[in-house]
DNA sequence: ATATTCTATCGTAATATTGCAATATACAAT
DNA sequence: ATTGTATATTGCAATATTACGATAGAATAT
């Protein structure tokens, strides 16, 4: 085994756990940082950002577009990225909407 | 390799990447969501609610009671579980920093 | 005492992730 | 054309995760 069984969850459930393990490590939540953090998009500047080598920012930035985090559109020489604001806004409203339902009932509770 | 560098990054963002990790699987989702959406703590019962073994589901608890999203309580024979809000406020409130950062300087963008 | 129930842990196999050096690719500048 | 710069891909080693059967422990019921 190893894989993960996404087959007996609903796609909400899977589209959500993508997300946010896209967001699971603390180099991709500082580049995400830094995207927000700088004005606009960045083009270049993200290796040197990172303690990390180049290859393996390269494999963060990766991740974090085939999760819809962020885009990238090649900008001459240089690459340009930013954030993918409705992938936010929809974990943004997850987690908002799962505080609310629990400020509700969380009364008669360890 | 194998092992994240947490070394160089913010002790912020390395807390936030152990809980966004944490909820990096479906599974977890469903875990949580269930905690919700049942009135109150659960004693018992989330093994029938999952289609995983035991031994999984108990893995998964285990998690995401590590990473701090939950808490269990022993209640004679059985365990109730339950959210710990602090944990789900925390990222709540994280990601709602973000985006509201993002909504103030996305103009000059892609 | 024995059986039953609930949960955790151990052991193990399959797979995924992390990290980097080396290499490749693509554009820009000379 | 050659060189330099920026990014991606490949290949690999180390480690982590996922899943489950088997087993163990602890409380309850018979």
Do not use: W
Request: hydrophobic share 40%.
């Amino acid at each position: 085994m190893g894989a993960t069984k996404t087959d007996h969850f609903t796609d909400k459930q899977n589209s959500i756990a993508l997300l946010a393990k896209a967001l699971g490590h603390p180099a991709r939540i500082a580049i995400l940082e830094y995207l927000i953090k700088v004005d606009s998009c960045i083009c270049g500047d993200i290796v040197n950002e990172l303690p990390l080598a180049q290859a393996t920012v390269s494999q963060h930035l990766k991740e974090l577009k085939n999760a819809g985090l962020i885009k990238g559109e090649i900008e001459g020489n240089s690459i340009c990225y930013c954030i993918e604001e409705k992938a936010l806004t929809q974990i943004e409203e997850y987690f908002k909407k799962l505080s609310s339902k629990l400020a509700i009932k969380n009364s008669k509770c360890c």
